[in-house]
């Protein structure tokens, strides 16, 4: 049989080609620590590994979102932790300042201190995350959530929103609380009052919130009773830079206002005006206007902002002494005044009560109750009416059938008040917690997923790598082995390349 040089040559370079590509193989392998380079390598592991890519690139979108989520209520929960500690502080202050040898210059303090417990606490309640949105503003993120109104209260601006993000597949979680939910949703004792005006209103003034001033007059259930809603109208009559204001319950019926519980008032405007132990602001400018109408309704609620602003104004009430006031219906023009505690020792007991003149020079006291505590007794002897231990002197002379009403003085007010404000602390203390409670189940449902993506991403990529990565031990051996062959291919090249029968004749 007669082989041809030239079949020898064809025959090695191939040889030669097919080592190379192979070495070439080997090295790209070794280099990119792949062992599928194109698809056609492995059509069923190409396939398998883009599938398995596109699962991870789901997981790692996953675990963005998971952490986003753990930031927002870490930072909720952080802010709420902070109110808490605020609260715990007021309630402090607020024990304090109804101790019985607190003077003014300590209640001062009190309140300045509040002031800036609450300050902290609007800035806790307006919080902000790393892009600038409001945390506590629902869905409205751009929105500052609490925004001081003319009169210095907070009021919530926000929505009752709670946004959630999708961390695993069909579970999402909630990545806020709005402020509505935790710091305005407080079981109040004694209910605040917020005003709607009347679309006709002539005027654009407003008048503020309303507050209870005096517990004990705002639950008296000694008739009459007037019943919320009320409706406060600017009336005519009042002279020149003053405006006249009258109050009416749900049925209609006039409600006396302080101090002389007459069926209308003047003031000036910016004047507060107090009806059935509660107090209400009014506007300066713009001033109400005659023909301006609120509705007043009663709300079972209250904000931890609005019984912090309370408390520091609490602290102004001070005074020790009775306060008489003459009823508008009384025909003289007598007061009583200098209402002293002389004899605590004579029956006295913190209350309201009502003073009648009768004739003969005697008058008789009933206490908030309606019951009678003093009376009749003689008040022309020394010109001064006494009961319980109290001591009014009299100015002017009173006429049979005056009545005076006699309010319990400032700094017990102020105890009675407290007390209610208290409550209400820990009604927001309670709101807080539960949604501090809230948001740790979350942040603990959140750490679940987060650990089982990293557990999922761990089997995935381990899989990943069985399909598409080399052993890197085993490509070393064949590039050593590929160079070996290349390297042999190429020497039996060179010498049969040589080979001729010339060099052996």
């Known amino acids: 049989m007669r082989i041809a040089t030239s079949n020898y040559f064809e025959r090695s370079l191939t040889n ?25 390598d492995d059509p069923t592991g190409a396939n398998t590994a883009i599938r ?14 998971q952490n986003s989520a753990e930031r927002f209520n870490l930072l909720s929960e952080n802010s709420v932790a902070s109110m808490t500690d605020i609260i715990f502080r007021a309630e402090e202050l607020l024990l304090t300042s109804v101790n019985g040898t607190m003077d003014q210059n300590s209640l001062n303090a009190i309140a300045e201190e509040l002031q800036q417990r609450l300050d902290q606490f609007e800035g806790l309640a307006n919080t902000t995350n790393a892009n600038g949105d409001f945390i506590f503003s629902g869905f409205q993120t751009s929105t500052q959530p609490y925004q001081k109104d003319d009169f210095g209260y907070n009021i919530y601006k926000g929505d009752d929103g709670q946004r959630d993000v999708l961390i695993a597949a069909g579970f999402k979680v909630e990545v806020n609380d709005p402020g509505s939910k935790f710091i305005d949703n407080v079981p109040s004792s004694t209910s605040s009052f917020v005003p709607t005006a009347n679309p006709a ?13 005096k517990k ?21 009559g009042a002279a020149a830079g003053n405006i006249r ?6 049925g209609g019926v006039a409600v006396p206002i302080e101090p002389n519980k007459s069926a209308f008032l003047d003031i000036a405007p910016g004047d507060s005006v107090e009806f059935n132990g509660i107090e209400f602001k009014t506007q300066t400018n713009p001033a109400p206007a005659v023909g301006d109408s609120f509705q007043f309704d009663s709300s079972p609620d209250t904000s931890i902002l609005w019984t ?9 009430m001070v005074s020790t002494s009775y306060n008489a006031s003459r009823d508008a219906a009384n025909g003289s023009a007598a007061e009583l005044t200098i209402g002293n505690i002389v004899d605590p020792s004579s029956g006295h007991v913190f209350d309201d009560y009502t003073v009648n003149i009768l004739a003969g020079g005697t008058f008789e006291v009933f206490d908030s109750k309606g019951t009678l505590v003093a009376g009749p007794e003689d008040y022309l002897t020394n010109n001064k009416v006494s009961f319980l231990g109290i001591e009014f002197d009299i100015s002017g002379t009173p006429a049979a059938g005056d009545v005076f009403h006699v309010d319990r003085p400032e700094s017990q007010a102020r105890v009675d008040l407290v007390g209610g404000l208290l409550t209400e602390l820990k009604g927001g203390l309670t709101t807080i ?3 501090r409670s809230e948001m740790g189940a979350r942040l603990n449902a959140i750490e679940v997923e987060i650990t089982a993506q990293y557990r999922y991403q761990e089997v995935t990529k381990s899989t990943l790598a069985s399909v598409e990565e080399i052993d890197i031990y085993e490509a070393i051996n064949n590039l050593e082995s590929d160079k070996v062959g290349l390297q042999a291919s190429q020497q039996a090249f060179a010498k049969i390349q040589n080979l001729s029968l010339f060099n052996y004749l």
Do not use: C, H, W
Request: proline letters at 5%.
């Open 16 to 40: 030669m080609q097919t080592r190379q590509s192979a070495l070439d193989r080997s090295q790209m392998e070794l280099s990119t620590g792949k062992k599928i380079i194109t698809p056609s």
């Open 52 to 65: 398995l890519r596109k699962e991870l690139d789901v997981s790692d979108r996953y675990l963005t979102a």
């Open 201 to 213: 209103n002539p005027s654009n003034s407003e008048i503020s919130l309303g507050f209870v001033t």
């Open 216 to 236: 004990a007059e705002f639950e008296s259930t000694l008739a009459p009773v007037y019943p919320a809603p009320y409706t406060v109208n600017f009336v005519a």
């Open 245 to 250: 204001v009258e109050v009416r319950d749900s």
């Open 308 to 316: 912090l602003q309370q408390a520091i104004d609490a602290m102004s």
């Open 433 to 435: 917690d539960n949604t």
